[in-house]
C-alpha cells in the first residue's frame, strides 16, 4: 500500500531558527501533498497544498513567508518553518493524494512534533 | 467551502458494547468521507472510507452509513475493544481537492 515518510519525528530548535520537514512518498509518485497542523487535543487544520512543480496554496491565515513548501519532485516535498518561535510549536502532518485508475486516497505521514524554545 | 461538524467530543464505551460518532457536511459536492484514527504522537491512519455512490460499507467490526439527503455519514464500532481507544477523525473532500476534517472523537474503551 502507499506509504508516506516524514522525517524528522520531533526536534526542538530555539527561536529565530529555523527547521525543515520532509514528506516522501516511498512507493508512488504524488502530485499533490497537503500539509497540516495540530495542536494539542485539536483537529488537523490545512495550512496548505503543496503541487509538484509549482507555487504551494496556503489557507487564508497562513504566512507564507513563514512557513515555505517546496515540492520539487514527485515523491518529496518540504515545509520549513522560518524564525521559528514559541507559538509555531505545533504537531506538522503532511498527507499524499494517491490516485490510481479506481478511485483515490490520501495517505498520512507520522507527524512531525516540533518544539521551540 | 466545506465544513465537516463531529460528534460527540468525547464518547466512553464499556468493553464490547458498540460505539457510534456522528459528522455533518456542508458541501453537497463532497464525495469522499474517510475516517481515520489517530493514536497519540501519531498521524490519522485510515480505517475506513465511503464514496458517495454506496450508502454503506463494512469491514469487519466497523461500518460507515452515509446519507447524502441529509448530508451526514456515521461510523460505527461494535464489540469494541480496549485498543480501539483513540481520537478519531471523519473527513469529507470532493475528488482531487483537499479534505476537511471535523473536531474529532475521543473514544475510551474501558475493559
Known amino acids: 500500500g502507499a506509504v508516506v515518510s516524514q522525517h524528522p519525528s520531533r526536534v526542538i530548535c530555539k527561536s529565530g531558527t529555523s527547521v525543515k520537514i520532509e514528506c516522501r512518498s516511498l512507493?508512488?509518485?504524488?502530485?499533490?501533498m497537503f500539509w497540516y497542523r495540530q495542536f494539542p487535543k485539536q483537529s488537523l487544520m490545512l495550512m496548505a497544498t503543496s503541487n509538484e512543480g509549482s507555487k504551494a496554496t496556503y489557507e487564508q491565515g497562513v504566512e507564507k513567508d513563514k512557513f515555505l513548501i517546496n515540492h520539487a519532485s514527485l515523491t518529496l516535498s518540504t515545509l520549513t518553518v522560518t524564525s521559528a518561535h514559541p507559538e509555531d510549536s505545533s504537531f506538522y502532518i503532511c498527507?499524499?493524494?494517491?490516485?490510481?485508475?479506481?478511485?483515490?486516497?490520501?495517505?498520512f505521514g507520522s507527524g512531525t512534533r516540533l518544539t521551540v524554545v | 467551502g466545506e465544513n465537516v461538524e463531529q460528534h460527540p467530543s468525547t464518547l466512553s464505551v464499556q468493553e464490547g458494547d458498540s460505539a457510534v460518532i456522528k459528522c455533518t457536511y456542508s458541501?453537497?459536492?463532497?464525495?469522499?468521507f474517510p475516517w481515520y484514527k489517530q493514536e497519540l504522537g501519531k498521524g490519522p491512519q485510515l480505517i475506513i472510507d465511503i464514496r458517495s455512490n454506496v450508502g454503506e460499507k463494512k469491514d469487519q467490526r466497523i461500518a460507515v452509513t452515509l446519507n447524502k439527503t441529509a448530508k451526514h455519514f456515521s461510523l460505527h464500532i461494535t464489540e469494541t475493544q480496549p485498543e480501539d481507544s483513540a481520537v478519531y477523525f471523519c473527513a469529507a473532500s470532493i475528488e482531487n481537492n483537499d479534505m476537511r476534517f471535523g473536531a474529532g472523537t475521543r473514544l475510551t474503551v474501558k475493559p
Open positions: 458541501d453537497s459536492a463532497s464525495n469522499y
Open positions: 512507493d508512488f509518485q504524488a502530485t499533490t
Open positions: 498527507s499524499a493524494r494517491t490516485t490510481t485508475a479506481a478511485n483515490y486516497g490520501y495517505t
